[in-house]
C-alpha cells in the first residue's frame, strides 16, 4: 500500500547530539516537503524538495539540513540538538492524484525533545 | 497593525474557467510570501515567492509577487473540480511569524 512513513515517531535526546529524522515514501512522488510546527500554531516549511538532488530552504530558517539521494527518501539532519528545536516535524510528499489534480500527504510526524 | 488581505473571499466558476486570486499585504520585516490549499486538514503547500516579478509555476497554477505595489496572485488555468478548496495567503516575517490572510473559497462547478 502507497504510504508516507516517518521514523522516529518520538525522540527525547539530549542537547548537542546528532540526529537524523527518516522520511520515506511509497507513492513515486517527486516533490517532498518538511514541515515544522508547534502545539497550536500553524505549519512552517523548512525545507522542500522538487526531485532526487534537488533541495530548497523553505519559509522558516531552520539549522537542520536535507537530502533527496533517491526519489522516495528525504532525511532531515540536525548536527547538533538544541532545546529551541523541540518541535512536531511532519515529512510531506504530494504528486498529481487522479481526479484531484496536485495533492499533499502527510507522515504521521516525529515528535521532538531535546532536553 | 501587519494585515493580509485575500480578495475575492469566495469565487464560484465552471470547470475550465482560468480564475485569479489576490493577496495583498502590509507587514513589517517582510521574508517571504506563501500560498497554500487547504481542503480538509492541514494546508498543502503551493508556492514560495520571495523576489519580485518571478513567476513561478506548477502545472496549471502559477503566481508571482510584486514587492514594490505589495501584492501576490495565484492564477489557476482550466480549472477542475479538484481545485475547488480554500487557497490561503500567508507572509512570513521576521524569524519566526506567518500572518495568514483570510483566504478564498474558491468552488469549481463541473
Known amino acids: 500500500e502507497a504510504d508516507i512513513y516517518q521514523t522516529p515517531r518520538y525522540l527525547v535526546i539530549g542537547t548537542g547530539k546528532k540526529i537524523t529524522l527518516e522520511c520515506s515514501q511509497t507513492?513515486?512522488?517527486?516533490?517532498m516537503y518538511w514541515y515544522q510546527q508547534d502545539p497550536g500554531m500553524e505549519l512552517h516549511l523548512i525545507h522542500y524538495s522538487y526531485g532526487v538532488n534537488s533541495t530548497e530552504k523553505g519559509d522558516l530558517s531552520s539549522e537542520s539540513t536535507v537530502s533527496r539521494i533517491r526519489t522516495e527518501h528525504f532525511p532531515l539532519t540536525l548536527e547538533s540538538a538544541r532545546p529551541s528545536h523541540t518541535s512536531q516535524y511532519l515529512c510531506?510528499?504530494?504528486?498529481?492524484?487522479?481526479?484531484?489534480?496536485?495533492?499533499?500527504?502527510f507522515g504521521p510526524g516525529t515528535r521532538l525533545l531535546v532536553l | 497593525e501587519d494585515k493580509v488581505v485575500q480578495s475575492p473571499l469566495s469565487l464560484v466558476v465552471h470547470e475550465g474557467d482560468t480564475v485569479t486570486l489576490n493577496c495583498s499585504y502590509e507587514v513589517t520585516n517582510f521574508r517571504s510570501l506563501l500560498w497554500y490549499k487547504q481542503e480538509k486538514k492541514a494546508p498543502t503547500f503551493l508556492f514560495m515567492l520571495?523576489?519580485?516579478?518571478i513567476e513561478k509555476k506548477s502545472g496549471r497554477l502559477s503566481s508571482i509577487l510584486d514587492k514594490k505595489e505589495l501584492f501576490s496572485i495565484l492564477n489557476i488555468t482550466a480549472t477542475q473540480t479538484g481545485d475547488s478548496a480554500i487557497y490561503l495567503c500567508a507572509v512570513g516575517q521576521g524569524a519566526q511569524k506567518l500572518v495568514f490572510g483570510q483566504g478564498t473559497r474558491l468552488t469549481i462547478n463541473p
Open positions: 507513492m513515486g512522488h517527486d516533490k
Open positions: 510531506a510528499s504530494s504528486g498529481l492524484d487522479r481526479g484531484r489534480g496536485e495533492t499533499q500527504y
Open positions: 520571495t523576489s519580485s516579478g
